[in-house]
Nanobody, 120 residues
Framework: QVQLVESGGGLVQPGGSLRLSCAAS????????MGWYRQAPGKQRELVAV???????NYADSVKGRFTIARDNAKNTVLLQMNSLKPEDTAVYLC??????????????WGQGTQVTVSS
């Protein structure tokens, strides 16, 4: 069994910064990729950023240059540093990971989500 737990969300003023963290725990053999999605009310869920086990990254055009994704493989953790935040960044941010468990089966896992609100 694998769990993903997000933290770091909250309320921030426009132009401010937040740092999200997602920690995977459980019967983990390896993590192929970890990333962040977000979903705002009335909008479709979108990919924000993803990082592979080899360190390759991809970002949504709307956050490129403002957000940075990083991994700590030893801790099975992915971080999302969000700078120059805008009101349109307001959403529930969801952690996602492709994880091979100790029985060598690979599954996609999701966290519960953490709320990010950018407002004055």
């Amino acid at each position: 069994q694998v769990q993903l737990v997000e933290s770091g969300g909250g309320l921030v003023q426009p132009g401010g910064s937040l740092r999200l963290s997602c920690a995977a725990s459980g019967s983990i053999f390896s993590i192929n990729a970890m990333g962040w999605y977000r979903q705002a009310p009335g909008k479709q869920r979108e990919l924000v950023a993803v990082i592979t086990s080899g360190g390759s990254t991809n970002y949504a055009d709307s956050v490129k240059g403002r957000f940075t994704i990083a991994r700590d493989n030893a801790k099975n953790t992915v971080l999302l540093q969000m700078n120059s935040l805008k009101p349109e960044d307001t959403a529930v941010y969801l952690c996602n990971a492709y994880i091979k468990t100790n029985n060598l089966r690979t599954y996609s896992y999701w966290g519960q989500g953490t709320q990010v609100t950018v407002s004055s």
